[in-house]
């Protein structure tokens, strides 16, 4: 019996969370750039502060965050999907946090499906959401996703090395008139998102001409999608090897003298991870394929009990340095490997 195109685009959401899963899993978000370890704290011996005077709160898109990181993209759209959307929403309400939802084309091609993405909002009421849409979606799709989940921000994704591994992925990407549009018209902020793959001095630039607030760097070292279809595909289109780091592309924004706002994302898996990210220049970090490991593995308790140590450690890794908040953080000084002294000689302009 033929499947229908509902079923097909939800049998893909499912497929693509266990194959999130399996790479988490097996621990194949091993970066082929430079990681974390490759950036040292510099030690601050006389810190002349206490942890009662850190302020971990980041103004970013128009909203006080209360800590400056978020639940991140996964999924949606299906019913196994939407439970753990729902329970995603259960911890971000419980931990204070933003989250932002999986892409919602789906449900904008199928509005029966638009419920699971609503239960978000229905969930964490009060709460900061993050919309999802691919990049050549229209205005009009834009503000149908937004108004889905009465979503405070929207992420507009640009994943050209997922589709092209996709059998049945885009073949034609003209999309940043269409960003643009969409950022320049919305009513709340856009911010564009790497699905992997980093961002390079060159997008930093061309997106800096735009009405977009952010720029999620979303680099190697998180969730591969570029694998995940070349296991889903036959055309075994391989780019396992592609791409920037989260930290190489925090180091693009740098050279790039960026001025929108950014995130982290992209095997964010501690504090310390975050803690380096707002060091480099970002205003949040996000999670996804860490968050969604434990997930599966513990279950929700176990995940809120990892939040929680986050933000302690973050804490105490603002005293450690002498940072009363993120504005001080961004002036730690740090030392670098060779590896990364390296890259930043080869990628000066």
């Known amino acids: 019996m033929m499947k229908s195109e509902k079923e097909i685009h939800q049998h893909r959401k499912d497929e693509h969370l266990s194959l999130a899963y399996k790479y988490w899993k097996e621990e194949r978000n091993q970066t082929l750039g430079l990681t974390f370890s490759d950036v040292r704290i510099i030690p601050n011996t006389l810190p002349e502060l206490s942890t009662e005077k850190v302020e971990l709160s980041s103004?970013?898109?128009?909203?006080?965050?209360?800590?400056?990181?978020?639940i991140?993209?996964?999924?949606?759209?299906?019913?196994?999907?939407?439970?753990?959307?729902?329970?995603?929403a259960e911890i971000a309400k419980n931990q204070h946090l933003a989250m932002a939802v999986g892409s919602q084309s789906i449900a904008l091609k199928f509005p029966e499906l638009a419920a699971g993405f609503k239960e978000v909002r229905k969930i964490h009421s009060s709460g900061f959401l993050f919309a999802n849409l691919g990049a050549g979606h229209s205005l009009e799709n834009a503000k149908r996703a937004v108004e889905m989940i009465e979503a405070n921000a929207l992420e507009i994704h640009v994943n050209t090395a997922q589709e092209l591994p996709m059998d049945e992925g885009d073949r034609e990407f003209y999309w940043l008139e269409n960003i643009n549009e969409i950022a320049s018209q919305l009513e709340v902020p856009v911010i564009v998102k790497e699905v992997g793959f980093g961002i390079s001095q060159k997008t930093f630039k061309e997106l800096s001409k735009t009405a977009v607030s952010g720029i999620n760097v979303g680099g190697a070292g998180g969730t591969n999608f570029a694998w995940i279809e070349r296991k889903r595909s036959k055309n075994g289109f391989d780019l396992d090897d592609f791409g920037f780091s989260t930290l190489e592309s925090l180091l693009e924004a740098k050279t790039a003298e960026n001025t929108k706002s950014l995130v982290a994302t992209g095997g964010i898996s501690s504090a310390q991870d975050i803690f380096k990210s707002l060091i480099l220049g970002a205003d949040l970090a996000s999670s996804a394929g860490f968050i969604l490991k434990n997930l599966m593995q513990t279950g929700p308790e176990k995940v809120e009990e990892i939040l929680e140590q986050w933000k302690q450690d973050l804490n105490k890794l603002f005293v450690l340095t002498g940072s009363k908040n993120i504005a001080e953080s961004h002036n730690v000084d740090l030392l670098y490997s060779a590896k990364m002294l390296d890259f930043i000689q080869q990628r000066k302009k």
């Not at 970013?60 to 209360?66: H, L």
């Not at 991140?72 to 995603?88: C, S, V």
């Open 72 to 88: 991140e993209a996964m999924t949606g759209g299906g019913e196994r999907a939407d439970k753990i959307n729902q329970t995603l």
């Open 59 to 70: 103004k970013v898109f128009g909203q006080d965050f209360e800590f400056p990181f978020y």
